[in-house]
C-alpha cells in the first residue's frame, strides 16, 4: 500500500505563486507515473499534471500548461507541483495520485494511490 501525502496549500492572491509536495512512503516516484489532479467546488475531479517513472516525460492539461511546473525527487520520495501565474479558477482541492499502469495517463482510472488533497485558494 502506497500513502501519498500533499501539502504547501494555501490562500494566494491571482498571478501569485505556490509549490506544492507530494511525500510518499515509498521509493513511488521510481516505481510509478505520478499525477497531479484537482476539484473545484461543484465539479468533478480534473487531470492537472503528471510525470513518467524516469522523470523524463511530463504532460499539462492545457489549462495549467506553461504556469505549472510537475517536478520529482526521488532521493526524498517526493513530487512537486510549482504553480505560477495562478488565476482564480485554479482554485480546488490538489490530489497527489500514482499510477502502476506502463504507461502515463491523464485519466484517474488509471491511478491506483491517492493523497487526501489540499486546499488551494486564488483570490482576485
Known amino acids: 500500500q502506497v500513502q501519498l501525502v500533499e501539502s504547501g496549500g494555501g490562500l494566494v492572491q491571482a498571478g501569485g505563486s505556490l509549490r506544492l509536495s507530494c511525500a510518499t512512503s515509498?521509493?513511488?516516484?521510481?516505481?510509478?507515473?505520478m499525477g497531479w489532479f484537482r476539484q473545484a467546488p461543484g465539479k468533478e475531479r480534473e487531470f492537472v499534471a503528471r510525470?513518467?517513472?524516469?522523470?523524463?516525460?511530463?504532460s499539462y492539461a492545457d489549462s495549467v500548461k506553461g504556469r505549472f511546473t510537475i517536478s520529482r525527487t526521488d532521493a526524498k520520495n517526493t513530487i512537486s507541483l510549482q504553480m505560477d501565474s495562478l488565476k482564480p479558477e485554479d482554485t480546488a482541492v490538489y490530489y497527489c495520485a500514482a499510477s502502476r499502469a506502463p504507461l502515463g495517463s491523464s485519466s484517474e482510472a488509471r491511478y491506483d494511490y491517492w493523497g487526501q488533497g489540499t486546499q488551494v485558494t486564488v483570490s482576485s
Open positions: 510525470i513518467s517513472r524516469s522523470g523524463g516525460s511530463t
Open positions: 515509498q521509493p513511488t516516484p521510481s516505481n510509478y507515473n
